[in-house]
């Protein structure tokens, strides 16, 4: 198909390695490249993996040794916690796997030249090693959606499950998604369809690190120099000079203007949406429901993830739930129905479009290949997967057992079911299985989408949609129903691209497995040590709307009162007729989003249509509702220097400095961040304060933020 073609290319560009032919033009003779790409095919799989994945293979290579013991232990602890602490962060971002394979890769070279020779130091630090550090680590990295569930029931339902309870509940919902990946490694990690295109940038830069000639002491030398200097400027926005986080010389023009505020203001969390710039017109759809007062807009705060009464204070959801946290009817009926602020409720609108525009988009334009693959690899290991030279090779080494994934499986289901009665949750034994099996099912297809197109998108708020039905009335009982429905899909995806890794880097099964295990395990249990500690310290900063400028609970406010919406009011709040009715009929929008694309193309296709992707379009609609939003500009302008300028203009520095420049920055932000949030910022306690000056403004008596926007008016 066209728009394969022109991804295959476009990809491999930015790999730096020798693109596949250029597709031919509309009426040109295609045999010959068609001929080039089945030949490659036939041989490896799709081109750009036959031209990035070697093929070569040492088994002598050692793998669980000291250093990966150390590295992993170290890299994977600091993944969990900081991850965790982004989540409470006014910007939840997420520790990139760029970060740990660098960091790992310097640490593993200075433990080469340092340990003495033998059992500690068995030889030159491999790739084999360094590939199984970064999986460890990456593995731990990501916020457990367990320790969102846990803070909702701590913070509003004052109900503390417990620390046995609270391990048992993240490892058993992290773990047995990994249950389900190893089930469908036949049809989702051995063939050649499943080629995982988001893993080929990480095969790309392993071999460059330790095969590659043309990385060189100067490049090291300029990661150090970025690491440094980021690391030490990191404190000056972050602490000392807070204004500089987002500057705007419109409210620095106009310092009395809300409406200045919404639309440029953003260095305060959900105080605006950041712009700097009016030439991107779609950003000025937020305004515009707030203005016309879709919703009732104008009766709640422009960005908000909470729930409110009509007249704009924040719901008590208490009143409407008896002691069991079902929904009362006749208390709701008294107390009335809750509201959103209309942009949250536009960002649940895009979303939902966004999930189902995903699934036609790929039915769209990846059909053949999807049927194709299904065909070829029905059943257990089919012909597809016999002739994948990387599988081939890969049967030297001994593979995990099936019956391993079905223990780890059997083990976690029997656990979540002990903690859902025990943790006094309510859910029952069949919701939970019904949950099990949706998640089967939906690891079964949004794995087949992420594996033979690299692009998949959150369900959650589907599962939850399909728990409000089957178990209504209910949020807490919903919030469990969606950890297991959709987390486990999450974590089942994040399995099956590291078991593809393996296979391409030829990392034997068995090790694959149990770093896996040991980073999910670590991962889990910093996830819920810094999650304690963090609303223990941070209680009444998380329950507010806004939050400050080092702290926020909005990613935690948003789970609840999607918990509340869907769960206890969902046919109130979205039925037919309903304030909110058309956040539900966004799934039905969303299918037919891509098709006029689609169909354009065929008619028009030197027009490119086919490269709009409707489902990012939508994901991204609605991106400037929450948090901090004063970078994006900055995000947008960096991004067509580096991705445009510097890779059309200067390649030479793109390729070789651009992606080391990226690994600076993040991992000396990371560690700075790490840093300041135990010794300034409160995570541990400690808090640490600032003069006030122009560049850290006092705003406890205004409405504006730090960029001084609407700051001359009174709060």
């Known amino acids: 198909m066209a728009g394969e073609k022109a991804d295959e290319k476009m990809v491999a560009e930015l790999l730096d390695v020798e693109a596949p032919a250029a597709a031919p033009a509309a009426g040109d003779d295609d045999s010959s490249y068609d001929k080039l790409m089945n030949e490659a095919s036939d041989v490896r799989g799709y081109g750009m993996v036959a031209r ?75 790739i084999k090693e360094h590939v199984l550090i970064v999986i460890t680590a990456s593995t731990a990295s990501s916020s457990a959606l367990a320790t969102e569930l846990i803070a909702v029931e701590n913070l509003y339902y004052n109900k503390d499950l417990g620390y046995v309870v609270s391990v048992l509940l993240i490892l058993s919902s992290q773990l047995i998604g990994y249950g389900i990946a190893g089930v469908f490694r036949n049809l989702l990690v051995y063939p050649t369809h499943s080629y995982y295109p988001s893993s080929l940038s990480n095969v790309s830069l392993f071999n460059t690190l330790h095969h590659s000639k043309h990385f060189t002491n100067d490049m090291l ?195 979540a079911l002990i903690v859902l009665y025990v943790g006094g949750t309510g859910l029952e034994w069949w919701a939970f299985i019904v949950s099990f099996l949706i998640a089967s099912l939906m690891v079964a297809t949004m794995g087949f989408l992420y594996a033979t197109t690299g692009f998949t998108v959150s369900t959650q708020t589907l599962v939850q949609l399909i728990g409000s039905y089957i178990r209504p009335g209910s949020p807490v009982k919903n919030m469990y129903f969606t950890l297991y429905g959709y987390n486990t899909v999450s974590q089942a995806l994040a399995l099956l691209s590291d078991l593809k890794l393996g296979q391409y880097m030829k990392i034997p099964p068995r090790a694959v497995f ?14 819920y040590i810094i999650t304690v500690s963090i609303i223990n310290n941070q209680r009444d900063v998380l329950l507010s709307v806004d939050g400050n400028l080092q702290w926020s609970g909005q990613n935690v406010q948003a789970f609840n009162s999607l918990a509340i919406s869907w769960g206890a009011l969902g046919q109130d709040m979205f039925g037919a007729g309903s304030e909110y009715e058309w956040v539900a009929y966004a799934f039905l929008i969303g299918f037919a989003c891509p098709v006029p694309f689609y169909v354009l193309h065929r008619f028009f296709p030197k027009a490119r249509f086919d490269l709009v992707n409707t489902s990012i379009i939508l994901w991204y609609a609605s991106y400037l509702t929450v948090g901090i939003n004063s970078s994006v500009f900055v995000w947008m302008v960096i991004g067509v220097v580096s991705q445009y300028y510097m890779r059309i203009y200067r390649p030479t520095w793109f390729n070789k400095y651009n992606y080391l420049l990226a690994a600076g920055l993040d991992a000396g932000t990371q560690v700075a961040v790490f840093i300041m949030a135990f010794t300034l910022m409160g995570a541990a306690g400690v808090t640490g304060t600032m003069p006030n000056y122009f560049l850290n403004p006092d705003i406890s008596n205004s409405t504006g933020g730090l960029d001084y926007c609407a700051i001359d008016i009174p709060a």
């Open 514 to 527: 149990w770093s896996q295990i040991g980073g999910a395990v670590i991962g889990g249990i910093m996830n």
């Open 52 to 126: 990035i994945v070697s093929t070569e293979d040492d088994p002598s290579l050692p793998l669980f040794t000291f250093r990966y013991f150390v590295l992993s232990l170290i890299l994977a602890a600091f993944g969990g916690i900081l991850g965790q602490i982004y989540y409470f962060k006014p910007q939840t971002l997420t520790i990139s796997a760029l970060f740990h394979l660098l960091l790992a890769y310097i640490g593993g070279k200075f433990m080469a030249l340092v340990l003495p020779k033998g059992i500690l130091n068995p030889g030159p630090f491999n």
């Open 221 to 415: 030398r300029f990661f150090g120099i970025v690491f440094v200097i980021i690391f030490f400027w990191e404190w000056i926005p972050e602490f000392v000079a807070p204004t500089l986080v987002g500057i705007s010389i419109f409210c620095l023009a106009k310092r009395d203007s809300v409406l200045f505020m919404y639309l440029f203001g953003g260095t305060n969390n959900n105080e605006g949406m950041g712009m700097f710039s009016i030439c991107f017109d779609w950003l000025f759809i937020m305004p515009g429901l707030y203005y016309a007062n879709i919703w009732s807009a104008q009766n709640f705060p422009f960005i908000a993830q909470d729930l409110f009464f009509f007249n704009g204070s924040v719901y008590d959801q208490t009143l409407i739930l008896d002691e069991n946290n079902n929904l009362n009817a006749t208390a709701l009926e008294e107390v009335g129905q809750p509201y959103f602020a209309a942009t949250w409720a536009m960002q649940l609108l895009s979303t939902n479009a966004s999930i189902t525009a995903a699934i036609a988009h790929t039915l769209l334009w990846n059909y053949q290949e999807i049927f194709g693959a299904f065909n070829s690899a029905f059943g257990a290991k089919g012909k597809d997967t016999e002739e994948d030279v990387h599988y081939t090779i890969m049967q030297k080494y001994k593979e995990v057992p099936q019956w391993w994934y079905v223990i780890i499986l059997g083990l976690t289901f029997v656990v």
